[in-house]
């Protein structure tokens, strides 16, 4: 049983670039979330898809935005990359509402 | 508002218990545990629905006072691999109709030497 994959791993970009991060739920999963988690602190939402539809939304400026396809995998952008950007990148997956939260390994994003 | 979690940090020999506190300023529908090695992801532990509810896991169990709006994470004969960083993470309970969006505390270190 296959549990959440992301990918790249790693990533280096330029300020102002773009860049996509892609996740994969574990099976059986529908719903997608996104985290920003920065060193030594907790990870921040994002959002999160169900039905390829974006229905919660944190703190994050338009810049960031998202995709869910119809086999539930889903997209992160983000554009006109900042410094501030770097983090790692968490996505979760789970089945509906029912709260447990199962975390990939994390694309770490480096701004430079 | 993010909940803030007590102690930020703390280091225990094998076989001694600890607790790990969570507090939110508001409303609490569901509260989440988890626990993060350093350079890996987030692994559940348990996820608490219910004011009063607790619920456990080996040697690991939660408490939930949904009037207090804090959550209790009870580590008992900690083992070494109980080693991380635990981090409660709440939902409000407008969630509770769905779509959970879940705001994580800034963590509690926790280090157990032999």
């Known amino acids: 049983d296959a549990g959440v994959t992301q990918s790249p791993t790693h990533l280096i970009k330029t300020r102002g670039q773009q860049v996509t991060l892609r996740c994969s739920p574990k099976?059986?999963?529908?719903?997608v979330s996104w985290y920003q988690q920065a060193l030594g602190q907790g990870p921040q939402f994002i959002f999160q898809?169900?039905?390829?539809?974006?229905?919660q939304r944190g703190n994050f400026p338009d810049r960031f935005s998202g995709h869910q396809f119809p086999n539930y995998s889903s997209e992160l952008n983000v554009n006109a990359l900042l410094l501030g950007d770097s983090a790692l990148y968490l996505c979760?997956?789970?089945?509906?509402?029912?709260?447990?939260?199962?975390f990939g390994p994390g694309t770490r994003l480096t701004v430079t | 508002q993010q909940p803030v979690q007590s102690p930020q940090a703390v280091i225990l020999r094998e076989g001694e218990d600890a607790v790990i506190n969570c507090s939110s300023s508001?409303?609490?529908?569901?509260v989440h545990w988890y626990r993060q090695k350093h350079g890996e992801a987030p692994v559940f532990l348990m996820i608490?629905?219910?004011?009063?509810e607790q619920k456990g896991h080996d040697k690991i169990s939660a408490s939930f006072n949904e009037k207090k709006q804090q959550s209790s994470l009870y580590l008992t004969a900690s083992q070494l691999s109980y080693s991380g960083t635990y981090f409660c993470?709440?939902?409000?309970?407008?969630?509770?109709?769905?779509?959970?969006?879940?705001?994580f505390g800034t963590g509690t270190k926790l280090q157990v030497i032999p």
């Open positions: 508001k409303a609490l529908y569901s």
């Open positions: 608490l629905l219910k004011g009063g």
């Open positions: 099976s059986g999963h529908d719903t």
């Open positions: 898809y169900y039905e390829e539809e974006e229905r």
């Open positions: 979760a997956s789970s089945l509906g509402w029912g709260g447990e939260q199962y």
């Open positions: 993470g709440t939902a409000p309970p407008e969630n509770s109709g769905g779509y959970q969006k879940v705001t």
